[in-house]
């Protein structure tokens, strides 16, 4: 069982669809988050989540809705995207969010595609 | 201004060769952390070294070092006897202690290794 796991790894949707992107982590960690990775730019931070509760949002467009239903879980809720969403989405775990957070430890990531 | 800067987009290392990839970053920040991380083509973010700020000595992991000169706010990663499965981009981050432990990545440089 890898540490962090995404699914699916590649989404293809119309811009009038809803869809959720999955992420689960198997480290005990507290913190999860939900970066955006498009081409030749850098990791765009989405959300963070610490201990189940949304500690920052990156003025991310409601189209894109998280929720962290336990410490293990974050789920990313796609709702009337654009084309230029499309890019890929890393979900990532650190210890907490106070001092000696260690690193990230990030998925696979869920490649996605708006057509 | 940014806060992680890799100036390089692409190198070429040949195989058994070390090679050298450049990060500076651009903190007021006296306690920081500075990342390194490998994303092969299927798209995991891998973990590869840490240096914090206040570590005196440049920090070592198997085959890759940082060489840290915090003078030059530079931290620059070292992969010595470069292997084919070191193809990949390199990313390196930083993270900032007194803003919420938030990280920065920089937009990654592209190693091709050759046979």
């Known amino acids: 069982e890898t540490g962090v796991t995404q699914t699916p790894r590649h989404l293809v949707m119309g811009m009038t669809n809803k869809k959720s992107l999955k992420c689960e982590q198997h480290?005990?960690?507290?913190?999860m988050y939900w970066y955006k990775q498009s081409a030749k730019k850098p990791l765009e931070l989405m959300f963070v989540?610490?201990?189940?509760?949304?500690?920052e949002n990156n003025s991310v467009p409601s189209r894109f809705s998280p929720e962290c239903p336990n410490s293990s879980h974050l789920f990313l809720h796609l709702h009337t995207l654009q084309p230029e969403d499309s890019a890929l989405y890393l979900c990532?775990?650190?210890?907490?969010?106070?001092?000696?957070?260690?690193?990230?430890?990030f998925g696979e990531g869920s490649r996605l595609t708006v057509l | 201004a940014q806060k992680i800067t890799q100036t390089q987009p692409g190198m070429f290392v040949q195989e058994k060769e070390a090679v050298t990839l450049d990060c500076t970053y651009d903190?007021?920040?006296?306690?920081?952390?500075l990342f390194w991380y490998k994303q092969p083509s299927s798209g995991e973010m891998i973990f590869l070294i840490y240096q914090g700020s206040y570590d005196q000595q440049n920090a070592t992991e198997g085959r890759y070092s940082l060489n840290f000169q915090k003078a030059r706010k530079s931290a620059n990663l070292v992969i010595s006897a470069s292997q084919l499965g070191d193809s990949a981009m390199y990313f390196c981050?930083?993270?900032?202690?007194?803003?919420?432990?938030?990280?920065?990545f920089g937009t990654g440089t592209s190693l091709t290794v050759i046979p």
């Open positions: 903190t007021s920040d006296p306690s920081y952390g």
């Open positions: 981050a930083m993270r900032e202690v007194l803003a919420g432990n938030q990280f920065y």
């Open positions: 480290l005990g960690h507290n913190a």
């Open positions: 989540y610490s201990l189940e509760e949304r500690v």
């Open positions: 990532a775990s650190s210890r907490g969010r106070g001092q000696d957070t260690g690193e990230l430890f």
